[in-house]
């Protein structure tokens, strides 16, 4: 952890962009682009270079910043722009696929993500729907269409009533141009191909196994090389903050699935080196993934505690499991994700007050763990 001007500790994540590309295995380089989000200050771009270019892991905000960055980059690894063969998106967060239509456009490139992968710029939702994680119980619910979700998007409403999504007159104007492709900085990341679970992807001449890996979103993708033990995380796996889990969400059961995701890293095979999305490349996957785990873990634990004041709304309880600069939506997010696992393990019960805001009771002496569900995953192997 470095220091800051103020002082004081700063994350990993939070560093920003150093513009040296670094080669971490033969034809697999990393380079840092610079973001201003959510309290980040890079992402990582992964240039996977073979004979007959490069593909391109994740490609920044949308945006001349980002732009520059990547061509700056590119440049400082022997590439260019027309170099690109495809681009890969990890999942649907602006930070990774803001400019990744740009970049395909700009470079007559194949775009690939995961099949269920979704973005404000594509008008007519998918009817991919999202397979609920092996251990919720009710088989009715167990596939949620997306559309749910999307309406949620579009009626600016979070599911547990909290303050609407802020969403400027000028972003709508914007979106909506961008949408219609009118925005050059801006083009829709629609994918040219979509991927499955287990599917093999040739990239740097290696053969990559695509693993879908919903939690942080519905569609996340991650890319394992067995043969030198590389794993392209994107933001499932983080080396130093924990990935945000949230309940804007297609997913019935958001951390449940980051759980089972979690655990199922465990089994793909051997993993030498992660390459993370933000963050520098660590070796220690189940070390990681073990403080992730004991994260929730607490985080549940709070929420039990703080059950013991009876029945309180989201926003109410988000409050007391966040520290003050952090109260806001993303805050309200995690605490609903948490208490929505804890509802459908039967540790708590919810109602929706006059006022459209969710109100939970949490059991204090509950038992439903993060570790139960994240062990559950891996017991039958
Ligand atoms: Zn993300
Ligand atoms: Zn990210």
């Known amino acids: 952890m470095t220091a800051d001007p103020s002082g004081r500790p700063r994350k990993q994540e939070q560093e920003p962009a150093s513009p040296e590309p670094t080669e971490l ?32 892991v994740d490609a920044g905000l949308p945006g001349g910043e980002t732009w520059s960055a990547i061509r700056q980059r590119l440049r400082a690894a022997g590439l260019a722009i027309r170099d690109v063969h495809t681009v890969v998106v990890t999942h649907s967060h602006p930070d990774h696929f803001g400019s990744a239509g740009r970049l395909a456009h700009a470079a007559g490139a194949d775009l690939v993500a995961e099949r269920r992968f979704h973005t404000w710029f594509e008008p007519i939702p998918h009817t991919h729907s999202v397979a609920a994680p ?49 925005v050059p900085s801006m083009r829709p990341p629609i994918p040219t191909r979509r991927v499955d679970d287990g599917d093999t992807l040739t990239f740097a001449g290696r053969q990559w196994r695509a693993l879908h890996t919903p939690g942080h979103t519905g569609d996340h993708l991650c890319l394992y090389e067995p043969a030198e033990g590389l794993l392209v995380s994107g933001d499932h796996v983080l080396p130093t903050i924990t990935p945000h889990v949230g309940g804007l969400s297609p997913l019935r059961d958001p951390l449940g699935s980051f759980l089972v995701s979690l655990a ?36 549940l634990r709070a929420l039990r505690e703080i059950g013991r004041g009876g029945r309180q709304t989201v926003v109410e309880m988000s409050q007391q499991l966040f520290r003050r600069p952090l109260w806001g939506m993303m805050a309200e997010s995690e605490t609903y994700a948490h208490l929505e696992f804890l509802r459908l393990r039967g540790g708590a019960e919810r109602v929706r007050l006059e006022d459209g805001q969710l109100a939970y009771s949490v059991d204090p002496d509950g038992s439903s763990s993060a570790r139960a569900a994240f062990g559950a995953a891996g017991d039958d192997d």
Do not use: C, M
């Open 25 to 56: 295995a033969a034809g697999v380089i990393r380079l840092q682009i610079p973001i201003n989000f959510t309290g980040l200050g890079h992402v990582n771009s992964y240039a996977l270079v073979d004979d007959r270019g490069a593909t391109i």
């Open 134 to 182: 092996p251990d919720t119980s009710d088989a009715d619910e167990a596939e949620e269409d997306d559309t749910g979700y999307l309406g949620l998007i579009r009626a600016r409403r979070t599911p547990w009533g909290g303050s609407p999504f802020p969403t400027s007159r000028r972003q709508k104007i914007v979106r909506r141009l961008a949408t219609r492709g009118l």
């Open 264 to 299: 199922r890293l465990l089994e793909i095979g051997p993993v030498q080196l992660v390459l993370p999305a933000h963050g520098h490349p660590f070796p220690d996957l189940r070390g990681r993934i073990e403080e992730i785990v004991d994260h929730h873990e607490d985080r």
